[in-house]
DNA sequence: TCAAAAGTGTTCCGAATACACCCATGC
DNA sequence: GCATGGGTGTATTCGGAACACTTTTGA
């Protein structure tokens, strides 16, 4: 790098050196999606610094020098959640000029799904609060922070559409009607409950247990899995997800 | 900025000032798609300097420090196809530590949809070359950009289902067995004419002109546009362009 | 025995599919 | 007239929507 010249190695057609564009900051934003009892859920963090501080904010963090988004992204989802293997997706970038007040820093943008019961988030030096927030009910937040969770909301709509996501957000053992529950918060609409029994078994990647809830009040539900292998030997014979 | 000790703007548990995070570039690369006779076609250029001269890639630029993304992105296409509102929509940021061998940057992927009848690309001093490759037949790029694309054709796959899209790769007078022959390129699937025809229509979305086709060896085919003011009263109603 | 939710079956309707067929034009 | 693609109509099948009904548990 440095002073050798090397302008024009993109279309850039004024004359100036390659170093002089190296005047980015880089960070990672994630919207972290949980499910709880008929609603979706996403977990912020109050901000213990300025710029914002004591703002709600979405979890993040600069991407180091040495670091792949990827990583980037998944460093800060095992950091905050203790969690390893957790279901994540870059969807947008966000790059306004003045997004940030201290200097022009892009943020990819990355959503989240966890089962929420496995951990109890916990507040650390760099939040003084870690929360989770129904989607319908957010505080005002720090940054452009409003609009990422929004246009995090319509792609993970979208995407819930077209693959099998919605288990993510469920324990590994569940009944159909938590996973209805999950798919009528993810598309604020109802389904009624023996056609979406129908569909769902019919594409054969959840699979049934010889289990049953216990302690419930009414006739216990039996409890499925998803069929992970299942459903990837389906999608190379180019079957869809739909719902 | 500076050396004013604003560690922990961010999650960021290491004590480093933030100007030193600076030291990303960030660049914004157009997978520009066309349509012609049956196939679709992204727009390369030959690269005139170092690194990877000669070699061919999809065009891109640094992104300038008071730019926005989208400001970006249609600079570099008005700059290439001299055609002023082009569809063009972001889909992916690439950030591999490697992909770029002077330094750090990140680009931010874009694809786009021209009607290529419209103009002829041309060579320019940041690029010896300019053409149209199809999607089936391309070359060695440079850079990450063979990925690039391939990520860009996957998400163009997905937002044709949903999103009338296909209209931005015809003129504004069509037939409507050049929108089949459109559909069928960007889904490499074959559509029975008659079933593709009433689906099509079905959808109130194109309105019939009261022109037809001129100079044809056979009956000429009545020409057609795209309503988009309609499209639009129908979305707010709620109604999916499903294909 | 009653409330509550699990789970099944059946009917109806509309949309997608598969095809057969006719129409207009240039050569 | 005939090749070529434009354009229409119909019978069939399949999947989704609506909804009535039975089953199993705890209290």
Redesign the interface.
Known sequence: ?GQNN?D??????NNLP??D???????VDCVIFGYHSGSLRVLLIQR????FKDSWAI?????Y?????NNSANR?LT?LTGLKNIYFE?F??F???DRHP???V?T?GYYSLVRSENYQPVAS???KNVKWFDIEDLPKLAFDHSEIINKAILNLR?KVR?EPVGFELLPEKFTLLELQGVYEALLSERFDKPNFRKKILSMNVITPLNEVETNVAHRPAKLFNFDKKRYDELKNNEITFEL
Chains 1, 2 share one sequence.
Do not use: C, N
């Not at 564009?21 to 960070?27: A, D, R």
């Not at 213990?48 to 710029?51: I, L, Q, R, S, V």
């Not at 020098?65 to 988004?69: G, H, I, N, S």
């Open positions: 790098m090397p024009r190695y993109f279309l850039s057609e390659f170093a564009f190296l005047h980015f900051g880089l960070s213990g610094a300025e710029p979890p993040g963090d600069l991407v020098p040495d670091e792949d988004l800060i950091h870059q947008h970038a790059g306004s000029v201290v200097g022009r892009i990819i030096m760099w939040a979208k077209t």
